[in-house]
């Protein structure tokens, strides 16, 4: 589903050259969980950025679903975001002036969907993650749990191929982050892929399979081999 | 950013109303086919002026010219403007309420020829001109100080203590410029009674006691014979030709007529007769001046200062929702989406700046009205058009100063922003 060969990112200013990714190969097929650990600053958001289209690479090939994605415009990479990929953040990205019906709806506007159609996906989403009742509330009337699920519903509501989670529970309490990894695996468990970046390592050992990135280098290990912190 | 769009549209549609509503044509459907007849019958040894340096002619007739022309009759139409004043009041009124009122003499042509619409009644006849006869048309305004505003067709006005009947109402009637006379009228509203030229003849009402009469050689004011036969000008002469080429045919008649009036030893400067259309005697007379366009100029840069800022604000505004951007662009949206979305904020913006704006406007021009009360009201009013034109602009400016903002919100890299929303 996810095939990247010989990809690498070298940041160019006027007068240094930053190797932020080395080259590396890495294939993640449909309905696979993987988590993505490393310390700050080693690459990992570079490497979910790329992932998710919203940075070029300088080098290799990335096929997703097979397309090669190396030479899309800016609008195919925008729909092939739409259509396949769904982004959950650390700090949720809610619009504040939004309220959680139109928050959800957003990426949905961005696709030729029916209002009709465009409804029954948002209560859907907020359904799955509990928040039907509350789809008038604001971002700010919710705990931070609960903005998380918010985004999460985003996330899922344009049925995505795979979910890219950048350290969703960074911004929560345990009991809280508890709530969002069962969540995701419960939606993992439904078919959809998911990559997240984490920095929690009893997190990323409930992945499948754990990718870790160190001084733009990336190595892989099976989860049930933990990575050492 | 909306205030600042609206105090710019403001400031700049209060100078453009009252500069445009100051160069409309005042007849636009025959403007080119209404030509004033000046000619040269001024002292031989003195000129009447220089303009430009440049030898001038009078913009008046003498009497007995404008009574020549006038019987004449070569032009499709013809008329002569003359001026007086005198006390007036309705006859039903008492003597304490006559008012001090500009007459317009004129004749019967001058309605028609000027397309002057009428609420009751109709011009005097041709027997009403060639006798003197004692008629009178009263503007609307007029009408409501004697009559209440009343059909008052066929009943009685005093003026000059003298009793006239009324044959006609005028409905609202504002040229703008009025154009037939002189510049210090061209922007003050149309005297409200007219009376047939021959019947202020009659009366020997021949005095310019609110107008200018200018005399060259023997004249005595106080014999009427003595300023009918004199060669002093003081009657406006318009004609109407039904095609604007037969303007040489009339020039070529009113030069024959002064090779005439030089055999009998008038016209004795060089000929240099002329016809002015409208808009030519409307540019000699410099009715519009010329600080009305640099006016202009100056609100649009003020305009163009306020929009500045206002792109200055966009700037800060949509670099602020960067992050708002750039979860947008993850979840989807292109550049284009991007783009229309911030589009339509400007067009908003623009839409609810042009609405404040015209708001703005009107409050503006009711101001200057009241400061400039001497002038003709309708001169600070906006028509249709301009109110359209106002928002219009407001959004039309908006946009194109918010282009450069909308490249700058499109531009911005959606990774570097998504952390701190």
């Not at chain 2, 019947?199 to 021949?206: G, R």
């Not at chain 2, 292109?334 to 904020?345: H, L, P, T, W």
Request: glycine share 6%.
């Amino acid at each position: 589903m996810l095939k990247m060969s010989n990809v690498a990112k070298i940041y160019v200013t006027d007068t240094v050259k930053t190797q932020a990714l080395q080259p590396f190969n890495l294939e993640i097929k449909a309905g696979e969980f993987v988590s993505v650990v490393g310390p700050s600053g080693s690459g990992k958001t570079t490497f979910l950025n790329i992932a998710g289209l919203l940075e070029d690479y300088t080098e290799g090939n990335y096929y997703l679903n097979n397309q090669d994605v190396t030479h899309l415009s800016d609008t195919q990479k925008s729909r092939l975001r739409n259509e396949k990929i769904g982004f959950i953040f650390q700090s949720f990205n809610l619009i504040p002036e939004l309220n959680l019906f139109d928050n959800v709806e957003m990426p949905l506007r961005y696709r030729s969907f029916s209002a009709k159609e465009r409804k029954q996906r948002v209560i859907d989403a907020l359904t799955k993650v509990g928040l039907a009742n509350r789809q008038a509330h604001y971002p700010q009337q919710l705990s931070g749990g609960q903005q998380q699920r918010v985004a999460i519903a985003r996330a899922l509501a344009g049925s995505p191929s795979f979910l890219l989670a950048d350290e969703p529970t960074g911004n929560l309490d345990s009991n809280m982050a508890d709530g969002i990894m069962s969540l995701l695996k419960d939606i993992n468990a439904s078919g959809t892929s998911i990559l997240m970046v984490t920095h929690d390592l009893e997190q990323a050992d409930q992945a499948e399979r754990i990718i870790e990135i160190k001084d733009g280098v990336l190595t892989e290990s099976l989860a049930s081999q933990k990575v050492v912190a | 950013m909306i205030a600042t769009i609206a105090i710019g549209i403001a400031a700049t549609m209060v100078t453009y109303t009252v500069n445009y509503m100051m160069t409309q044509d005042p007849v636009p459907s025959k403007s080119d086919r209404l030509f004033t007849v000046h000619l040269s019958s001024w002292d031989p040894n003195m000129s009447y002026k220089l303009k430009d340096g440049k030898e001038d002619i009078p913009i008046y007739l003498t009497y007995q010219d404008a009574t020549n022309l006038y019987a004449d009759k070569k032009a499709d139409k013809q008329t002569i403007i003359s001026f007086h004043k005198a006390m007036v009041r309705a006859g039903e009124q008492p003597s304490g309420m006559a008012t001090m009122t500009y007459l317009r003499p004129t004749t019967h042509e001058f309605f028609s020829m000027l397309e002057v619409p009428f609420l009751y009644g109709s011009p005097w006849g041709i027997e009403d001109d060639s006798g003197g006869n004692p008629v009178v048309v009263l503007s609307k305004k007029k009408n409501q100080q004697l009559f209440r505003g009343e059909n008052s067709l066929g009943k009685e006005v005093l003026i000059g203590g003298l009793i006239y009947r009324v044959v006609g109402v005028l409905d609202d009637w504002t040229p703008l410029p009025r154009f037939y006379t002189t510049r210090s009228e061209a922007y003050t509203e149309p005297r409200g009674v007219f009376i047939p030229f021959q019947s202020s003849v009659n009366n020997n009402w021949l005095s310019g006691t609110d107008g200018s009469v200018y005399c060259w050689g023997e004249v005595n004011f106080v014999d009427l014979e003595s300023v009918k036969s004199s060669e002093c000008v003081w009657l406006f002469y318009w004609i109407e030709l039904s095609s604007p080429k037969k303007r040489d045919d009339y020039l070529a008649y009113i030069n024959n007529y002064a090779q005439e009036q030089r055999s009998m030893g008038r016209f004795q400067r060089e000929q240099m007769n002329r016809l002015m259309d409208v808009s030519e005697y409307i540019e000699y007379n410099e009715v519009i001046k010329e600080d009305g366009n640099i006016a202009v100029w100056l609100a649009v840069a003020f305009l163009i200062a306020c929009l500045l800022n206002s792109m200055s604000l966009m700037m800060t505004k949509f670099h602020g929702k960067g992050s708002e951007v750039g979860l947008r662009r993850a979840v989807g949206a292109s550049k284009i989406n991007i783009a229309c979305q911030f589009s339509c904020e400007t067009v908003i913006v623009g839409l609810c700046g042009g609405i404040i704006g015209l708001m703005l406007a009107q409050l503006g021009l009711h101001i200057t009205a009241q400061v400039y009360s001497h002038l003709h009201a309708e001169l600070m009013e906006m028509n249709f058009e301009l109110m359209i034109l106002t928002v219009v602009l407001s959004v039309l400016s908006s946009s194109i100063f918010g282009l450069y903002p909308i490249y700058r919100a499109c531009q911005i890299q959606p990774s570097s922003h998504l952390k701190s929303l």
